[in-house]
């Protein structure tokens, strides 16, 4: 008698596909971001053709511990960086890290990416008051309570405070000089610009003495106001400029 035995071969496959990492290679963040900010935002596929979902994230490199990447690849800073006192490795204001993406076999894929920490411009903010000339008077303080704030710079070169609006023949902008701080006015364009390196509060202090006159017997010939736009420089290679802050002087013929 014979007996048979049957028997049932299975194939087992075995993933060695490592995760697609799509992601650039580089990112650019500003000084003083903050840690709840995502930088950068790895994306990685795995053998299954989706992304993120079955792949686990982490970090390695020089800088790898001042960022930490949550289940989605998003980083974020630990601390925030600033431009003026960079803590990477190289201490120029690049941190490199290795994004490391793992999918369920084992299978880990790593790209090397470089996040910048660029400059932050100033910050300028004028005062909420209402500001009046009356034809013919002495300088008027337009912006005694105007702000600097600069997150990563304590100093700055330069600043100017143009009429970009309203500007009649007899318009003036003066300052008064201190700190090394000095100035010109430009009658033709309406600008005023200052000079000099000061301290930031050194330059807010200038701007809030910054005066409105005219010699015309019409001011309100061409409009019955002044817009005037203000702007500092911190002298950085980037962002050097502060946005374009705004503010009225009202002029009132008599």
């Known amino acids: 008698q014979t007996t048979g035995i049957a028997t049932n071969a299975a194939a087992i496959t075995i993933d060695t596909v490592l995760p697609i990492i799509s992601s650039g290679a580089a990112a650019t963040t500003v000084s003083g971001v903050a840690t709840s900010a995502v930088v950068y935002d790895a994306n990685a596929t795995d053998n299954s053709g989706s ?3 079955n792949v686990t994230y982490s970090l390695t490199g020089a800088d790898a511990a001042k ?3 949550n289940a989605a690849g ?3 800073f630990v601390a925030s960086p600033y431009h003026n006192a960079p803590t990477d490795a190289g201490a120029n204001n690049v941190y490199d890290i290795n994004v490391v993406a793992t999918d ?3 299978n880990a894929a790593t790209k090397a990416v470089a996040i910048t920490v660029d400059n932050a411009a100033s910050v300028v903010t004028p005062d909420s008051a209402t500001h009046t000339y009356i034809e013919n008077a002495a300088g008027l303080l337009v912006n005694s309570g105007i702000t600097i ?3 990563d710079s304590t100093t700055l070169t330069g600043a100017t405070v143009k009429i970009s609006n309203g500007l009649t023949a007899g318009d003036a902008l003066s300052f008064t000089s201190a700190n090394g701080i000095t100035g010109s006015y430009n009658a033709g364009t309406g ?3 200052l000079s000099g390196s000061a301290t930031v509060a050194q330059y807010q202090t200038a701007l809030q003495s910054v005066k409105y006159s005219s010699t015309s017997d019409t001011p309100d010939s061409i409009s019955a106001t002044r817009t005037l736009e203000w702007q500092v420089n911190d002298g950085s290679s980037l962002n ?3 946005t374009l802050a705004t503010s009225v002087v009202n002029v009132t013929a008599v």
Do not use: C, K, M
Request: charged fraction near 15%; aromatic fraction near 4%.
């Open 104 to 106: 369920v076999a084992g």
């Open 67 to 69: 960022f930490s990447i």
């Open 51 to 53: 992304t993120d979902a």
């Open 74 to 76: 998003e980083v974020t």
């Open 191 to 193: 600008v005023l610009t």
């Open 240 to 242: 050097n400029l502060s």
């Open 149 to 151: 704030a600069d997150v």
